[in-house]
């Protein structure tokens, strides 16, 4: 069976880190593009970074560059998405998402083949 498996969501602080994982289960990661994605209540999903099959070429989103970071560990057959600084308007659910199409400087999400079932990010004083 093919699946993603989202994990690392909790409840922080304003200016708190989480660290999410994307664990894929049924397949190799290392032949796929990866992206991160979020949906908060009421908002449609948005797409927050992606890294590309090799690794060389990662995306964010501007609400989120400079505090999250994207990484592959191939051996591990894991994403992670580190997230800093995170604020109120992080709150979401995060999913991450199997890119289909080999591109580089793109992952619209009609990439997107196989999804997580989402892992809950609360950011709250």
């Known amino acids: 069976q093919v699946q993603l498996v989202e994990s690392g969501g909790g409840s922080v602080q304003p200016g708190g880190s989480l660290r999410l994982a994307c664990v894929a289960d049924?397949?190799?990661?290392?032949?796929?593009?990866i992206g991160w994605f979020r949906q908060a209540p009421g908002k449609a999903r948005e797409g927050v970074s992606c890294?590309?099959?090799?690794?060389?070429?990662?995306l964010y989103a501007d609400s989120v560059k400079d505090r999250f970071t994207i990484s592959r560990d191939n051996a591990k057959n894991t994403i992670h998405l580190q997230m800093n600084d995170l604020q109120s308007e992080d709150t979401a659910i995060y999913y991450c998402?199997?890119?289909?199409?080999?591109?580089?400087?793109?992952?619209?999400?009609?990439?997107?083949?196989?999804w997580g079932q989402g892992t809950q990010v609360t950011v709250s004083s």
């Open positions: 049924g397949f190799r990661l290392d032949g796929y593009g």
């Open positions: 890294v590309s099959w090799s690794g060389d070429s990662s």
């Open positions: 998402a199997r890119q289909i199409f080999r591109r580089a400087g793109a992952c619209p999400a009609s990439d997107f083949d196989r």
